[in-house]
């Protein structure tokens, strides 16, 4: 029987080794995987939603998983096969108003996502770089 603290560090170092791995047809990789950068804006809600003249974001695909950083907390998840946006979502707070929803897709080297979450809408798009 492995003592806590030797089977957290075997933990960490499964980690550290599987995040090293060469990405490729066995790393996990997809053909959208990349770094995508654009712009958000809000397009509904109250003022504490953000910036409505738009926002620098980056949206960063590895290993067929996005995640857009907005704040200390992100907009993330799985890409579908075809390039699908459509489960991301909010890695904060559960919504407490509406359920969340997100709409886009990536195609080509260009990527729009429209998410909701509680009251505001965010439409972001991009190109990958």
């Known amino acids: 029987m492995m003592r806590p603290l030797a089977a957290a560090a075997g933990g960490v170092l499964a980690?550290?080794?599987?995040?090293?791995?060469p990405e490729g047809?066995?790393?996990?990789?997809?053909?959208f995987d990349g770094i995508y950068v654009g712009t958000a804006w809000v397009t509904e809600g109250p003022r504490y939603c953000g910036d409505r003249t738009g926002e620098s974001v980056e949206m960063v695909v590895r290993g067929g998983q996005a995640r857009v950083a907005l704040t200390s907390n992100?907009?993330?998840?799985?890409?579908?096969?075809?390039?699908?946006?459509?489960?991301?979502?909010w890695s904060g707070r559960e919504p407490v108003e509406r359920p969340p929803s997100a709409s886009g897709r990536i195609a080509?080297?260009?990527?729009?996502?429209?998410?909701?979450?509680?009251?505001?809408?965010?439409?972001?798009?991009?190109?990958?770089?």
């Open 15 to 21: 980690q550290v080794l599987a995040a090293c791995a």
């Open 25 to 31: 047809p066995g790393g996990g990789a997809t053909a």
């Open 74 to 89: 992100a907009i993330q998840g799985p890409v579908g096969p075809d390039g699908d946006l459509g489960a991301l979502r």
């Open 108 to 129: 080509g080297d260009a990527f729009t996502l429209r998410y909701t979450h509680d009251n505001c809408t965010y439409r972001i798009e991009g190109r990958r770089r």
